[in-house]
């Protein structure tokens, strides 16, 4: 099984060297088989090793053992551990979403926030061929399209599955034979919940009755969808990038004569890649919404509006179709300070990297890289958000212009100028991000040490 492992560290470049890998172990069979494979491949792949838990505080006592099992590897192997007891029940009854979906977003939240303790790393999570075969048929019974087909990914953002592609028994025959510990969780075994009854039922039925390789044909099909569905984006991606007219992190707005142009179909994509851009996840989402912002632009009039779940509104206004975040959704964003490396910010959403490069790359409005000099700075550089009477002299302009009269004069609206991430130094700002670099630390020929910033957005 450890070659399966290292084959698909490797195959899908799911590790760097000095990398930390914070595994998430539970104390079952899958992720304990994950953790050791780890332990055993640390040295030969150069990466350091931490392990997280969370205790969701349904299960009172076997969830407090579980807790104090994790802890307890954790000391005996001297890997650094980390743990949380959260009520998944309660945040799920305040957010107006189902238990296991508020597990979902407390366990990866608490995950972020310690990898970024770290720096530079990825989550691991044991995820296996069975699960994902779980998950491709949960899916068809909802009526999945093929980007639900793909089911779960080897290697997405800031999440590595290094057990995607093996079995359940195979797990538990590398337990059995490396005389591994683990305990169980009793509620994977009760039918309450859909997935535990597609495993304990459906699958076993349809092994026994129509086919006994089911789990690996539905794996060749999550393979197979993942494909189809890369070339699909891919030409999705191009028509996207011509049918936006302005994007920010609160909001997306389409040309409607551009958008009006296209099919149905690659309508329907283009809102849901505008809503994964603002939102960060398709969770929630679903074709009736999809299908109502379509009709919204088709029908509605100048001002409509649609509310979608996770607190984003569609808005038709004269010739634009606008996806956005809702104000009640927009918060006052922590400032946060940037370091040489990645910088993994969970509270944002975002991930900015800080490298050495040779030379400068420019790049134009709504482009999110930009090339500084790094000797210009002053102190530690900081990510926030505009502060009233911030000024600064944006490249290629004489003298400075206040902030507000910059957005005013790009036309960048009101509700969306929070959200725009502002890197600055002890000095003032560094990078209006999709804007213009100050210039004063704007690279020239005479820079030497060359600092390019990227962000993008993590799901």
């Known amino acids: 099984m450890e070659k399966k492992v290292l084959k698909n560290i490797i195959e899908y470049g799911m590790v760097d060297a000095g990398d930390t890998i914070l ?14 494979s780890l332990v055993n491949l640390r040295e030969r792949l150069g990466f350091r090793l931490a392990i997280a838990h969370v205790n969701h505080g349904v299960r009172g006592e076997l969830a407090d053992r579980d807790q104090r099992f994790v802890e307890e590897v954790a000391r005996k192997l001297q890997i650094p551990y980390h743990t949380i007891n959260v009520d998944m029940v309660a945040h799920g009854k305040e957010l107006g979403i189902s238990s296991e979906e508020a597990g979902r977003l407390l366990r990866y939240d608490f995950f972020r926030k310690v990898l970024a303790g770290y720096g530079k790393g990825r989550i691991a999570v044991a995820h296996n061929m069975n699960d994902q075969a779980e998950t491709v048929l949960f899916r068809i019974m909802r009526g999945t399209g093929i980007d639900g087909l793909k089911g779960m990914s080897f290697n997405q953002n800031d999440i590595i599955r290094p057990l995607l592609n093996i079995t359940r028994d195979e797990i538990e025959g590398y337990i059995r034979e490396n005389g591994i510990e683990t305990v169980e969780d009793h509620t994977n075994l009760q039918t309450v919940y859909t997935r535990n009854r597609i495993r304990l039922e459906l699958l076993p039925y349809i092994m026994e009755n129509f086919n006994p390789n089911i789990i690996e044909g539905l794996f060749r099909m999550s393979l197979l ?22 994007k ?7 040309s409607g004569s551009h958008f009006t142009m296209e099919s149905p179909p ?17 969770h929630g989402i679903e074709e009736k919404h999809v299908s109502s912002v379509l009709e919204l632009f ?3 009039r100048t001002g409509s509006t649609l509310d979608l779940p996770g607190g984003i509104i569609a808005r038709v206004s004269y010739d634009e179709l606008s996806i956005e975040k809702s104000r009640s959704a927009r918060e006052e964003l922590p400032e946060v300070e940037i370091n040489p490396g990645d910088n993994l910010i969970p509270e944002w959403g975002l991930l ?13 409005r709504g482009k999110f890289t930009a090339t500084i000099d790094g000797d210009k ?8 958000q505009r502060r009233d009477g911030d000024r600064f002299s944006p490249t290629g302009l004489i003298g400075s212009k206040k902030l507000k009269d910059y957005f005013i004069d790009k036309k960048v609206p009101r509700d969306q100028r929070n959200e725009i991430p502002i890197i600055s130094d002890s000095k003032g700002i560094v990078w209006v991000a999709g804007h213009s670099v100050d210039n004063r630390v704007a690279a020239d020929i005479k820079t030497i ?4 910033l990227t962000i993008s957005k993590i799901k």
């Open 449 to 452: 040490n060359h600092l390019r």
């Open 377 to 384: 700075l002053e102190g530690t550089m900081i990510l926030r």
């Open 248 to 254: 920010s992190y609160s909001s997306i707005i389409f």
């Open 266 to 282: 690659l309508k329907k994509r283009l809102i849901r890649k505008a809503v994964l851009g603002i939102k960060g996840t398709l």
């Open 23 to 36: 595994a998430a172990v539970s104390g079952g069979p899958d992720s304990m088989a994950m953790l050791m």
């Open 352 to 364: 900015i990297k800080v490298e050495n490069t040779e030379k400068a790359e420019t790049g134009g």
């Open 298 to 300: 088709q029908n509605g």
């Open 225 to 246: 969808a993942s494909e189809d569905s890369a070339i699909i984006e891919d030409a999705v991606e191009k028509k996207y990038n011509s049918v936006v007219k302005n």
